[in-house]
Structure formats: structure tokens, C-alpha cells
């Protein structure tokens, strides 16, 4: 059972000790209804959905003192060959693959330059079954002091292919995995970004309007870090949740 195909972003969810405001902040943003897991064990883990179907998911964190974050995840059919791979590649097991409940069985790893991103092994649960509409997940792209690095470490794991994008004054990089382009690379730019971040993976939402979203967004107790603008896939923003969890937007050129 599988939404897309193995290599590519299928699901995303939030880990956050502000539980019960995400499962307002976000529906009340993007239109979502929440569904949450009945397993006791699952600690209110939520579903979000989109007119009935499955856009992303938010928890509760994983240790007492994990700072709010949003999590990728890329499908594969085989999470242990991923992880053997990770390992080889100089990156790091940060949780081996383990089943989740009959849904699937997940793993997390960081590369080299320490971003953080999952594998998702479907069982019972595809993933995200809407995607590139507004309210749902429209892209990834790793943000990273190490662009060569990553280069070969995400070639090596997921067999993607590097492609320098234009991006204005910015080196950006797309990947490629055979037909389709599936995730997106870029270094830190701006002064709430220098160049001596962290790397990270960062979630972009598709939205009707970038910045009436935006806005709202801050009406709800959010935060904007990149106000709106343009680039030559759409209009974007970047903005934290009232947690502090870090989110994109994009309004799509049609």
C-alpha cells in the first residue's frame, strides 16, 4: 500500500508539547479536521485531514525537552535497507525502524550536517493522500550550510539526483528521482538564517494566498519569519506556530 512511490516525501507530521493548540491553530489556518488515534499508546497522535482525506499529523514529543518541530518523511519499501544506508553514508540512527501499531513502520536518521528527516514504510497507513492542493503538503526542501555534502548523501540513500534550479541570487538545487522532481535544497539566506545554522528540512503548505494565510497565521497567535514573497514557483512565507515550530507556505503559479 503505498501513495507515491518509494523516495519521495509522502508524510509530514508535528511533534509538539503544545498538543491542544495545534489541533486548533491548523484547522483553524488550513481548513483541517483532526482525527485522533484511539491507541492509548499514540498519546492523542491526530491526523489531520482535508475534506476527508489525510494531509499530516501532529503528536506529542518524543522526550520532555524536544523543541516543536515538523518532520518529513520519504516512503520506502524497506526501512532496515534505508537505515544500512544512512549508516554508510556518514549520517546517523537517531530512532532504528520500528512498527507503528499495524500502520507502518518508521525510522529517523540525520545526515552529516545534522538534518533531521524520517522514513515511512507503509503498512495499513499510505501516508498523505492529497498533495500540491491549497490546505495540503506541496514540497520539501532542506535548508543546509553543506550543499555538496548533501549531494551525495541523499544520492547515496535515496538514489536522488542533484539539479542546479535558477532561484534568483540563491544556489538552489532540485531532486530528481526518475521522471519527477521531489525535494529541494537551498543555503541559509537571511538574517533569521545565518550561515552557520543548523541544517534542517523545512515543509511547504500550499495555500490560495500566501499572504492573507500569512496574516492570518499571525492573527492565530503565529509568527512571520520570511514575509511573502515572490519566486518563480509562486509566493511564499515562512512562519512558526505559536510553539515555535517551523512552517512554509507557497501559493502555487498556475
Do not use: K, N
Amino acid at each position: 500500500m503505498a501513495s507515491v512511490p518509494s523516495g519521495t516525501p509522502c508524510w509530514a507530521d508535528l511533534a509538539t508539547p503544545g498538543l491542544d493548540r495545534a489541533r486548533r491553530f491548523y484547522p483553524e489556518l488550513f481548513g483541517w479536521t483532526g482525527r485522533v488515534d484511539p491507541e492509548p499508546e499514540a498519546g492523542g497522535y491526530t491526523i489531520f485531514q482535508l475534506d476527508g482525506r489525510a494531509v499530516a499529523g501532529v503528536g506529542p514529543p518524543a522526550v520532555p525537552d524536544q523543541v516543536p518541530i515538523w518532520s518529513t518523511y520519504v516512503a520506502t519499501d524497506d526501512a532496515d535497507l534505508v537505515t544500512g544506508r544512512v549508516e554508510r553514508a556518514g549520517g546517523q540512527v537517531i530512532v532504528p525502524p520500528f512498527e507503528v501499531f499495524d500502520r507502518g513502520r518508521m525510522a529517523v536518521f540525520s545526515d552529516p550536517a545534522g538534518a533531521a528527516f524520517s522514513v515511512w514504510q507503509p503498512m495499513t497507513f499510505a501516508g498523505a493522500e492529497v498533495f500540491d492542493v491549497p490546505g495540503a503538503m506541496s514540497w520539501t526542501e532542506l535548508v543546509t550550510p553543506d550543499p555538496d555534502g548533501a549531494r551525495v548523501f541523499y544520492e547515496l540513500v535515496f538514489g536522488w539526483q542533484p539539479e542546479e534550479e535558477p532561484m534568483g541570487q540563491a544556489a538552489y538545487t532540485g531532486w530528481r528521482l526518475g521522471d519527477r522532481m521531489v525535494a529541494g535544497m537551498m543555503p541559509p539566506l537571511g538574517e533569521e538564517f545565518p550561515a552557520d545554522s543548523p541544517a534542517y528540512w523545512t515543509l511547504y503548505f500550499s495555500v490560495a494566498d500566501a499572504d492573507a494565510t500569512a496574516a492570518r497565521a499571525a492573527e492565530l497567535g503565529g509568527t512571520i519569519l520570511v514575509p511573502p514573497r515572490d519566486i518563480p514557483a509562486g509566493r511564499i512565507t515562512a512562519l512558526r506556530d505559536p510553539d515555535g515550530a517551523l512552517f512554509s507556505l507557497i501559493a502555487l503559479t498556475p
